[in-house]
């Protein structure tokens, strides 16, 4: 998989708008298990939005970010879902309650990819 930006989420609104603003570099997908595959060969990826619970009620977004993380340890990720959720995210990524705007992850994201001149990067 050659994009930068994974987006695993069920909301079509949402990942449209997402994709949109993040475009060219994204990939998208509905369905978990199918980003789960993708997954196990990603090497370009720095980003993965995914929703932590998906509608079948399985948190699915933890193994995806393990499975991003076992193949892109650096991966940076951001879950959204329900306030009472976000403590498992802990310690795996960043945690958005929903409903969340697409806009709202972007900045998010760009923010998280330009480097922090506090602490330049040695080339």
Do not use: C
């Not at 060969?41 to 499975?67: C, E, H, V, W, Y």
């Amino acid at each position: 998989m050659p994009s930068r930006i994974v987006v695993v989420h069920d909301d079509l609104e949402f990942s449209d708008a997402l994709a949109a603003r993040l475009a060219p570099d994204v990939a998208r997908f509905v369905d978990p298990v199918a980003a789960l595959t993708a997954l196990k060969s990603a090497k370009n990826i720095l980003f993965l939005i995914t929703r932590l619970q998906f509608n079948d009620r399985q948190p699915l977004g933890l193994s995806l970010a393990r499975m991003a993380r076992a193949n892109r340890p650096g991966v940076r990720v951001i879950f959204t879902g329900l306030a009472e959720h976000k403590d498992y995210a802990r310690g795996v990524g960043e945690f958005l309650v929903e409903p969340v705007l697409a806009e709202h992850v972007a900045v998010i994201v760009e923010w998280m990819e330009e480097p922090d001149e506090d602490y330049p990067v040695d080339g």
